[in-house]
């Protein structure tokens, strides 16, 4: 029977307070958050004016990404002038597109290493980016628009593939030699998640060898704030606390990641280090089935709803052939917005009921508390964190949370809100979903489980020695 599984085999990413996948499980550990509130110093050093922020109730928070002005651009075959015409998410992406090919021993090239058919092999590579606000807020509002008039096409041009969306994969595929299928993916907070679905896809109909997946998600400037606004899901005390009685909003993070996806057969064959196994994973989308309030009313088009998130749990869960009693973990979207977090929490709840009536056996997570709301990119934060704990077997605490939300119903429900470190015993196979939902309705789940026990490779037949004449 055909082996559908996919091995994680490598992992890079960008986040607040870590730029490696070690560093980023160590803050998890902690349970550290890199949200933090602006001052009124902060506002005006960056230019914020003081009209602004001198309003009663004006506040900024996010998760602040440090040195996103560094890229190396020689190192990628670009001019200083290019860089800087490039929107800084692009640099991010292709950044950990590189980091994540080295961390699965293919940052040689394609050229390097031997295909299924016995030629290079192909690597794709999909990616998703957030909103262009370099070009709409810093670069371009500040140099181009004088360029832009003086009919300087190669600039024009040079902005245009810098900064739209449309060409953050072709871009990577085209510095980094990529010769498989390379789309830009794009449904909003799901879009890194959605690609990673994709991307299992590719490998399994053969369109690629390997898989890169990536994203990036910048708010420029970092350092911005508002007047709280009713109905907002931005949080007005700068904290996000997902499932807590106390939730009230997410807010933004920064950050970048990728991923690197190969067959897990062909990744045992090639003594290839696997992180994870990507069992199976489903897309769906909401349609009208939207929820207004809880359970019941129709909501509007940027409303969450649940069925459209159960069935993503459900086809999963199908895909993967597996029980949801086998999974002990969670990386939920939690974005601690009142109505949003009890909504997914009802969906998870509906799709593991059909398959058992267990009680909390089931611990659930999110990263926004620790690093905000990566927006496209938060699928892929959500990932590599449930990757890291199918590896340790252990599950780190929610951070922010001190008391559950008394919109759901957690007692009778087959989910744990950990409040502190809890070890993760190997009790038959560790398997954990992964959770993440966009704006538009379309929801993604994936089902991980941990990497297999590598087998160690014979040692290569040694030459018969020649015999003395």
């Known amino acids: 029977m055909r082996d559908d599984r996919i091995a994680v085999i490598g992992t890079a990413l960008r986040f607040p307070g870590a730029d490696t996948p070690a560093a980023y499980w160590r803050d998890i550990r902690a349970g550290t958050s890199h949200v933090r509130r602006f001052t009124r110093a902060e506002f005006a050093a960056a230019g914020v004016p003081a009209a602004e922020y001198e309003q009663p109730g004006f506040g900024g928070a996010s998760a602040p990404l440090a040195d996103v ?8 075959g670009m001019s200083g002038r290019e860089a800087e015409l490039t929107d800084p998410q692009q640099r991010l992406f292709l950044e950990c597109c590189f980091h994540a090919l080295e961390d699965g021993g293919y940052a040689g090239g394609e050229d390097r290493y031997a295909g299924l058919d016995g030629g290079s092999v192909r690597i794709g590579v999909y990616g998703s980016s957030g909103y262009r606000l370099y070009s709409l807020h810093s670069y371009l509002a500040n140099h181009l628009a004088a360029e832009a008039g003086s009919g300087d096409w190669m600039t024009a041009k040079q902005v245009q593939v810098g900064n739209y969306t449309d060409f953050t994969a072709t871009r990577a595929a085209f510095r980094l030699g990529l010769t498989g299928p390379a789309l830009t993916v794009s ?7 959605v690609s990673v679905h994709l991307a299992c896809q590719a490998l399994r109909a053969g369109d690629a060898d390997l898989m890169l997946v990536g994203s990036a998600a910048l708010h420029l400037p970092q350092i911005s704030g508002h007047v709280p606004v009713k109905g907002s899901t931005l949080s007005p005390t700068g904290t996000v606390r997902a499932f807590d009685a106390d939730a009230d909003g997410t807010v933004g993070g920064n950050g970048a990641a990728a991923v690197l996806l190969k067959p897990l057969e062909r990744a045992l064959a090639d003594g290839d280090t696997v992180h994870a196994v990507i069992l199976g994973s489903a897309v769906t989308n909401d349609g009208a089935d939207k929820t207004a309030d809880g359970r019941s009313g129709k909501g509007g088009f940027a409303a969450p709803g649940v069925a459209g998130q159960r069935d993503a749990v459900l086809g999963a869960l199908r895909a993967a052939d597996v029980d949801a009693a086998s999974i002990g973990y969670v990386e939920a979207h939690g974005t601690g917005t009142l109505k949003g977090d009890p909504i997914e929490f009802a969906a998870l709840t509906e799709a593991f009921r059909a398959h058992t009536d267990r009680t909390g056996f089931c611990a659930l997570g999110s990263t926004k508390p620790a690093i905000g709301h990566l927006d496209s990119a938060a699928g892929l934060a959500g990932l590599i ?14 951070v922010n949370f001190a008391r559950p939300n008394p919109a759901l119903t957690v007692d009778d429900s087959p989910f744990l809100l950990p409040v502190r470190e809890r070890a993760w015993p190997l009790a038959g196979v560790r398997r954990a979903g992964v959770h993440s939902i966009g704006m538009g309705g379309t929801n993604a789940h994936v089902i991980l489980e941990q990497a297999p026990e590598a087998v160690p490779r014979p040692p290569a037949p040694s030459a018969a020695p020649v015999p003395a004449l």
């Open 69 to 76: 002005d560094g890229f190396d651009a020689g190192f990628f």
């Open 187 to 193: 449904t909003a907070c799901s879009s890194a998640l």
């Open 385 to 398: 964190k449930a990757v890291e704990v199918l590896r340790h077997g252990i599950v780190p605490p929610l």
